[in-house]
């Protein structure tokens, strides 16, 4: 499949939602299908930095990681032809926001809180979760980034199955060309 970015106005597509939302499994599928590259923003701080994102959490604390992230994903954000599977607080940085808007046609993965709760509760690699009533600290979060999440240029729930949304990504494509 074919997709021509340019015709939005864009250069890449991004992926947002929350952590557990799929965008990594559905944005590495999708890329594929339209012969895209893809680069997940996390993975890519793990490998520039050396460390895991835990460990980055753990050792330098949320507000060093989201300097360093801001930083990956700016860079990120210019390229072309490209899926990018943003973390899931990346959408709270305004810097961020302002590049994806200009740059980035902007899918929100939009997963109901119990379904997230379900995938992520015997997660080990999620450091905003640590020691955290799992659902409440879910909720707690959307309710920082839905207003953020919601201006993304399509949004589709991923509550279901990736096959579903791969297609729907591939029907909402086709039909724009």
């Given at each position: ?18 952590m557990g939302a799929g965008k990594s499994v ?38 060093y990681f989201r300097k360093y992230e801001e ?19 990346s959408i709270l940085n305004k810097s961020i ?81």
């Open positions: 499949m074919k997709i021509n970015i340019e015709k939005f106005k864009k250069k890449n597509i991004c992926f947002t939602g929350m559905i944005g590495r599928q999708f890329a594929k299908i339209i012969n895209y590259g893809f680069i997940d923003t996390d993975t890519l701080i793990e490998e520039k930095s050396g460390e895991k994102i835990n460990k980055i959490f753990e050792i330098y604390g949320e507000d930083k990956i994903i700016l860079d990120v954000l210019k390229l072309k032809n490209v899926v990018i599977s943003l973390g899931g607080g926001r302002k590049v994806m808007s200009k740059n980035s046609f902007t899918i929100y993965l939009e997963v109901n809180i119990d379904v997230l709760n379900k995938r992520l509760k015997n997660s080990k690699k999620r450091p905003l979760l640590k020691n955290q009533n799992i659902k409440k600290k879910l909720q707690s979060l959307l309710n920082d980034r839905k207003k953020y999440y919601n201006k993304a240029n399509l949004i589709i729930n991923n509550s279901i199955n990736k096959t579903y949304i791969i297609q729907e990504l591939q029907n909402y494509f086709s039909a724009h060309e």
